[in-house]
């Protein structure tokens, strides 16, 4: 199937349940990603600054970017002027220096809380105990160009079954212990975003208001032009 079809296939199984569908179009082409727009789709993730930045500049400026790998401090500024959502937050450090960049650019910028789920230690994120500790500091009550619209987990890689659902639900009560806690006022804070292309159904099950869904949209990831951001 091509990308228009497979994106209209997920796009009216997404609509019918509620959930937004991020587009993950990391090391794919310019020419892959307009296909994708031209078939309705305008939201799109990526997981590397450089790599976000340069599609940006290329491509319709309508095009909403989220970012969702790791995101160095020092590059914050590259996608500031720009950015939609930041879906990887996972230190007050970096939440401080987006604030900062926002201001810069006169804009508050939205962003999700990374939230360690998985049973490995190669995943970035905020541990729960972290987040709370993040969310009831006075550095982050300071911070007036950023807002926490949600959270964001990714699964364990090659899970059974039992054990995506147990972190998908882990996700979904901090969610909404978060919410009853720091955010009850504030429609705004209302995204949990969860599933990728091998585990969106069980993440819809468990309450998931994004998935972030790349080769089963774009097939296998094609340009390797830049290196992951690993801190
Ligand atoms: C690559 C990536 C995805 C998409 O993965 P697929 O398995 O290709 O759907 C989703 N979320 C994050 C954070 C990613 O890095």
Not at 44 to 65: H, R, S, T
Not at 125 to 132: Q, S, T, Y
Not at 191 to 200: A, C, I, P, T
Request: contains cysteine; negative net charge.
């Amino acid at each position: 199937m091509s990308i228009a079809d497979n994106l209209l296939k997920y796009k009216s199984e997404l609509d019918q349940a509620g959930v937004q569908l991020i587009a993950v179009s990391k090391y794919q082409e310019a020419d892959a990603i307009l296909e994708a727009y031209n078939a309705g789709q305008s939201v799109f993730g990526e997981n590397i600054v450089q790599e976000m930045v340069e599609k940006q500049a290329q491509l319709p400026a309508d095009i909403a970017w989220h970012l969702i790998g790791h995101l160095q401090t020092n590059k914050v500024k590259y996608i500031a002027p720009f950015v939609k959502l930041i879906q990887s937050v996972d230190s007050l450090k970096l939440l401080i220096e987006i604030n900062k960049q926002a201001a810069k650019n006169n804009r508050v910028i939205d962003c999700l809380l990374q939230i360690y789920i998985a049973d490995e230690d190669t995943k970035f994120g905020l541990g729960f105990d972290e987040a709370i500790e993040l969310l009831r500091s006075e550095e982050f009550a300071a911070l007036k160009n950023i807002r926490i619209t949600g959270i964001m987990g990714i699964a364990s890689n090659n899970a059974l079954e039992k054990q995506t659902r147990d972190e998908f639900t882990e996700l979904k009560v901090l969610f909404d212990g978060i919410k009853a806690s720091f955010f009850r006022k504030e429609d705004s804070f209302r995204e949990v975003s969860m599933g990728m292309s091998g585990d969106y159904k069980l993440a819809i099950e468990a309450g998931s208001t994004m998935v972030r869904i790349g080769s089963n949209i774009f097939g296998k990831r094609k340009i390797k032009h830049y290196k992951a951001d690993e801190n």
